[in-house]
Nanobody
Framework: QVQLVESGGGLVQAGGSLRLSCAAS????????MGWYRQAPGKQRELVAT???????NYADSVKGRFTISRDNAKNTVYLQMNSLKPDDTAVYYC???????????????WGQGTQVTVSS
């Protein structure tokens, strides 16, 4: 059984910073890409950032220059450093990983349970 567990959410004032972490555990052969998505009340879940094993990253335009995604491949952990936070960043942030259970398995899409980020003005 594969689990993705997020931590690091909370309440912060506009302009502040938070760092999210997501650790994947279980029978994992590889997990690629890993990423972060978010869902604000009344809105669809949207991509925030993704990263592959080699380090290439992809960001939503709304967070470019403010957020940085990174990963520790040995720990199957992905991080999201969020700086210059805005009230519009308020959402539940979900960790995502595309997991292969062994060398010949297909890829399965796993999600964490979500962590709330609230930015006050």
């Amino acid at each position: 059984q594969v689990q993705l567990v997020e931590s690091g959410g909370g309440l912060v004032q506009a302009g502040g910073s938070l760092r999210l972490s997501c650790a994947a555990s279980g029978s994992i052969f590889s997990i690629n890409p890993m990423g972060w998505y978010r869902q604000a009340p009344g809105k669809q879940r949207e991509l925030v950032a993704t990263i592959i094993t080699g380090g290439s990253t992809n960001y939503a335009d709304s967070v470019k220059g403010r957020f940085t995604i990174s990963r520790d491949n040995a720990k199957n952990t992905v991080y999201l450093q969020m700086n210059s936070l805005k009230p519009d960043d308020t959402a539940v942030y979900y960790c995502n990983g595309h997991v292969r259970l062994n060398g010949i398995s297909p890829t399965y899409n796993y999600w964490g349970q979500g962590t709330q980020v609230t930015v006050s003005s």
